[in-house]
């Protein structure tokens, strides 16, 4: 099994006795964006693995593409069948890696297949194309740089609470993929951690009815709730980077824990400071309350 010629003719000299694996992008919504270059990858391999064979063989179909040879490979099997496509690498064969829509392994699988074909020796080559981040940071109007991709959130509470946590006094543009049904819930967990931020809800993205909702994270009556399957979210960094100090702030929360709970008290406060998230607040109530008992 050898590398096809059509490939081979447009790419780096790389040793001829082993094979290649391309990471071929695919449209996020419009057919029209599967570039020329990807068809002729994709129909000169010897083999494509898909994300869903399904998807695939439903975008051959509407583009009239021939492909070849597919074979499953996503989360759940990857570890099961690298061995197979890694022999099959290694005797000469030209392998392309998609993913249902976008970039792959971009919060998709891959990962470890492209690793052990670089500790191989296998050429990896990226055959670039849409990715669902990229293209809505791209016409959000939200700051772009430095931007931080977060992939799909944690389903619980807890784990996103952490994560948006660890990014709370990061100066960085956040984007993430999430469905329907947690957008809500992940909107308010956001807007608790990080402020009332910038926020983008980008759905559609591509297709004829495209939309891009501009809102502040809090306004929960700014984005839609008839959506369909998942969205790409944007949230823009801190509006002010002056932070502040904490002697401030944790007068200001002993006034308002008097007459409020404690986790509403660091709620009324996140809207009077700088650079403080409510759960950060919260914690330092807690701990300041913790030092007088101890004295």
Not at 245 to 261: D, H, N, S, T, Y
Request: glycine residues 6%; hydrophobic residues 40%.
């Amino acid at each position: 099994m050898s590398t096809n010629s059509a490939t081979q003719n447009l790419l780096p000299d790389f040793p001829n006795d082993r094979g290649r694996l391309f990471i071929v992008a695919t449209p996020i919504g419009n057919r029209e964006d599967f570039s020329p270059r990807a068809r002729r990858i994709v129909e000169s391999c010897d083999l494509v693995l898909a994300e869903d064979t399904r998807r695939l063989l439903a975008l051959a179909r509407d583009l009239d593409l021939h492909v070849p040879k597919v074979m499953s490979f996503h989360d759940h099997n990857e570890e099961e069948k690298e061995p197979e496509v890694l022999a099959m690498l290694r005797k000469g064969a030209s392998v392309a890696l998609v993913s249902d829509a976008g970039t792959p392994l971009v919060a998709d699988p891959g990962f470890r297949l492209v690793r052990s074909c670089r500790k191989a020796g296998i050429a990896v080559h990226p055959i670039p194309g849409p990715s669902a981040p990229v293209t809505a940071l791209s016409a959000a109007g939200i700051a772009p740089l430095p931007y931080t991709f977060l992939g799909f959130l944690p389903r619980d509470r807890a784990g996103r609470v952490r994560l948006f946590s660890s990014f709370a006094h990061v100066p960085t543009t956040l984007i993430f993929f999430e469905r329907k049904d947690r957008l809500a819930a992940s909107l308010a967990d956001a807007h608790e951690i990080l402020g009332a931020r910038e926020a983008a809800v980008c759905r559609e993205l591509t297709k004829i009815h495209e939309e891009f909702c501009l809102f502040t994270l809090g306004d929960t009556d700014s984005y839609p709730r008839d959506l369909l399957g998942e969205v790409t979210v944007i949230l823009g960094p801190a509006r002010e980077r002056q932070v502040t100090p904490k002697e401030e702030v944790l007068a200001l929360v002993r006034e308002k824990a008097r007459e409020a709970k404690p986790r509403q008290a660091a709620k009324q406060v996140q809207e009077m400071v700088q650079g403080w998230n409510a759960r950060d607040i919260y914690d330092l109530l807690l701990g300041d309350r913790g030092m007088d008992r101890q004295q």
